[in-house]
C-alpha cells in the first residue's frame, strides 16, 4: 500500500500484493485528480487485456471516474492496446486508461494511461499523476460509486470500438491484395488480446490464417510471458515451420508490440523488423517524415535516414519520450527495441496488428519471402547484427560499485570486443 511509482510505460505491479483494488483505486483517483487538474473533462476510454481479474480492476476503474465526474467509455471486453488508443480519438476522448501489463509475467497486472492524441502522458504529466494520488489508506479522498448506478445514470457506457478501427485501418493499408495472395499465415496471439482480429482482417480470401495461442489462459502456457522474443516465441514459431508457412506474425498480451518469424520458423529480431518497417515505408511506399526511435534501437535506422535524407531522433527508453517526439516532429515511424512501432496517419502509439499488416503487404508488394526482405535491407545498409544480455544487480554495495566505474569511463582509446568506441551516450542511463 506504499508509492505507487509510473515507469516506462504506467504502473505495474505484482497482483494481490502492491496491484490491488484499493491501489487501483488510488491511482484511478490521482489520474481523476490530474485530468480535473489540467481541465481534461473526458469523456475517457477504459480497456484491459485478458489477465487475472482484468476486467473487474478496469470496472474498479470506471466507478472512481464516473465519481468524479468524467464520462466514461468502456470496453465490453478484452480489447488490443492500440484499438483503445485510436477510440480517444474516433470518440473524441480527452484520455484513456488501459488496465494491462502488456508482456509482463501472468503474475502482474497495469495501469496504462494516454493522452487526448492516444498516446502515452509524458514524464511530466506522469509525475503529476504520481503527486496527486491520496496517500495509502485515505479511503475519504477517494471518490465510487458502482458500476451498476454508473451505468444506469449513463456515466459509464459500453461502447465497440471495432468499427471505427478497423475503418481507419482500411484508409492506411490496402488488405485485399494480402488476403488473395496466397500466403499461409502462423499467428501467435501469446494468449493476448490480438486473438482474431489478422484472421478478421485478412479472412475470406486465397490466403489462409492459422492461429495459436488465441484463448483466454491469463498464466501464459509455452512461455515465461507474453513477450514476442525467444524463447516465448518458440511454441509458435514452431507451429510455422510445421506448417510450412510464409510466415509468422506475432502479437504480445496486449497486441501492441509486433514480433516475427521467417519462412523457415526462424525469428526476426526487433531491431531488423524496425529497419525492414522504415526501409518498406521510404522505398515501397515512398513516404518522408522523420524517424524517432529510443537510444537502445538499431543504427540501421541513421543509415536509412542518411540515404533517404530525413532526420532521424533519438529519444530515452519508453513510448512516454516517443509519443511527444512523434507529435512534435510528425513522425512518419517511431519504435523501440521491444518491438513496439507507431506510424504517422495513426496514433502515436504502438501497434502490432498494423505493424505485422505493413511487413505482409512488403511481402506481397515485392513477392519476395521475410529472409530475401532481410537481405534487401542488407544490401541497403550493411549487415547489422544484434545480441542482448540482461543482467540485475541486486545486491546495492555491487551495483553501486558499478555505476561508480561506469560514471569514470573515458571512451578515449577505449576498445570493446577489438573495436574502437566511438561514442558515450548518457541520455537514458549509459
Given at each position: ?15 494481490g ?27 475517457v476510454?477504459?480497456g484491459?487485456?485478458?489477465?487475472f481479474?482484468?476486467?473487474?480492476f ?8 464516473a ?20 477510440s480517444?480519438?474516433a470518440?473524441q ?6 488496465i ?34 491520496p496517500d ?17 445514470s ?12 478497423l ?8 488488405v ?43 498464466i501464459?502456457?509455452?512461455m ?12 509458435g ?20 508490440r509486433c514480433?516475427?518469424?521467417d ?32 537510444l537502445?534501437t538499431t ?8 540515404i ?18 512523434m ?46 526482405l ?10 547489422h ?21 561506469l ?14 568506441v ?5 541520455m537514458?542511463g549509459?
Open positions: 500500500m506504499g508509492d505507487i511509482k509510473f515507469g516506462t510505460d504506467g504502473w505495474r505491479g505484482r497482483i500484493d502492491d496491484y490491488t483494488f484499493a491501489n487501483l483505486r488510488r491511482a484511478t483517483q490521482g489520474y481523476a485528480n490530474y485530468l480535473a487538474a489540467n481541465n481534461l473533462p473526458g469523456p476510454v477504459v484491459h487485456d485478458r489477465r481479474q482484468a476486467e473487474h478496469a470496472a474498479a476503474a470506471a466507478e472512481v471516474l465519481a468524479n465526474g468524467f464520462k466514461v467509455l468502456l470496453t465490453p471486453g478484452a480489447t488490443p492496446t492500440p484499438v483503445i488508443s485510436y480517444v480519438k470518440y476522448a480527452s484520455a484513456a486508461l488501459n494491462t501489463a502488456s508482456h509482463n509475467p501472468p503474475e502482474d497486472c497495469g495501469f496504462k494511461v494516454r493522452d487526448a492524441n492516444g498516446g502515452a502522458i509524458g514524464p511530466a504529466g506522469l509525475k503529476q499523476i504520481e503527486e496527486l494520488i495509502a489508506g485515505d479511503t475519504r479522498a477517494i471518490l465510487t460509486m458502482s458500476l451498476a448506478d454508473a451505468l444506469k449513463g456515466a459509464v457506457r459500453y461502447f465497440d470500438p471495432k468499427p471505427a478501427y475503418e481507419h485501418l482500411s484508409h492506411l493499408i490496402d485485399t491484395p494480402i488476403k488473395e495472395a496466397g500466403l499461409k499465415i502462423v499467428v501467435d496471439n501469446m494468449w493476448g488480446n490480438g486473438a482474431g482480429w489478422l484472421t478478421e482482417i485478412l479472412g475470406g480470401g486465397k490466403t489462409e490464417i492459422f492461429e495459436v495461442h488465441a484463448e483466454r489462459n491469463p501464459f502456457p509455452n515465461l510471458r507474453p513477450e514476442p522474443i525467444p524463447p516465448n516465441v518458440d511454441a514459431l514452431a507451429v510455422g515451420k510445421r506448417l510450412h508457412a510464409d510466415c509468422v506474425c506475432i502479437l504480445d498480451g496486449d497486441a501492441d514480433g516475427f518469424g519462412e523457415a520458423g526462424n525469428f526476426v529480431d526487433q531491431l531488423r523488423v524496425f529497419g525492414m518497417v522504415a526501409y518498406y515505408l521510404l522505398e515501397v511506399r515512398g513516404e518522408r517524415g522523420a524517424i524517432v526511435k529510443t537502445s543504427s540501421m535506422l541513421d543509415k536509412l535516414g542518411e533517404y535524407g530525413v532526420p532521424v531522433i533519438n529519444t530515452g527508453v519508453g513510448f512516454k519520450y516517443i509519443a511527444p517526439a507529435i512534435e516532429n510528425d513522425a512518419m515511424v517511431g519504435g523501440e527495441e521491444s518491438g513496439g512501432y507507431a506510424f504517422r496517419g495513426h496514433v502515436p502509439e504502438r501497434d502490432g496488428i498494423l505493424s505485422n499488416l505493413f511487413l505482409l503487404d512488403f511481402m506481397v508488394r515485392t513477392g519476395k519471402k521475410p529472409t530475401e532481410l537481405k534487401l535491407l542488407f544490401d541497403k545498409v550493411g549487415a547484427f544484434y545480441d542482448r544480455i540482461d543482467v540485475r544487480l541486486t545486491d546495492m554495495v555491487v551495483r553501486n560499485e558499478a555505476k561508480a566505474r560514471d569514470q569511463i573515458n571512451v578515449e582509446g577505449l576498445t570493446l570486443g577489438g573495436h574502437q566511438t561514442g558515450l551516450n548518457t537514458d549509459l
